[in-house]
Nanobody
Framework: QVHLVESGGGLVQAGGSLRLSCAASGPPYSGYSMGWFRQAPGKEREFVAAISKGGTNTHYAIFVEGRFTLAGDDASNTAYLQMNSLKPEDTAVYYC???????????????????WGQGTQVTVSS
């Protein structure tokens, strides 16, 4: 069983930065693939970024490429989503997720993930 806790959300002005954290309890971070999704009011949950088991590969949604960076710290079993150049349209609840995937594989479909955090609110003002 993997328990995920997100933190780091908040209110920021457009152009600003935030770093979200996803702390995992259970098997070591390198033991599973992780992803970040977001859901804005009235919209469906959408894929943001994913990192493979072992941290060798990452994949980003096109609308965050060049602005967001996903990395992991095996020592603390934590994944970090660094978000720069934030835009008002990035406002949403951000969720991290984990699954026992294949080494090197990243997953963009939420149905691949078995474990989810509670979400953290990110609000970007214009």
């Amino acid at each position: 069983q993997v328990h995920l806790v997100e933190s780091g959300g908040g209110l920021v002005q457009a152009g600003g930065s935030l770093r979200l954290s996803c702390a995992a309890s259970g098997p070591p971070y390198s033991g599973y693939s992780m992803g970040w999704f977001r859901q804005a009011p009235g919209k469906e949950r959408e894929f943001v970024a994913a990192i493979s088991k072992g941290g060798t590969n990452t994949h980003y949604a096109i609308f965050v490429e060049g602005r967001f960076t996903l990395a992991g710290d095996d020592a603390s079993n934590t994944a970090y989503l660094q978000m720069n150049s934030l835009k008002p349209e990035d406002t949403a609840v951000y969720y991290c997720a984990a699954t026992y995937g294949l080494y090197g594989a990243t997953y963009t479909d939420s149905h691949h993930y078995d474990y989810w955090g509670q979400g953290t609110q990110v609000t970007v003002s214009s």
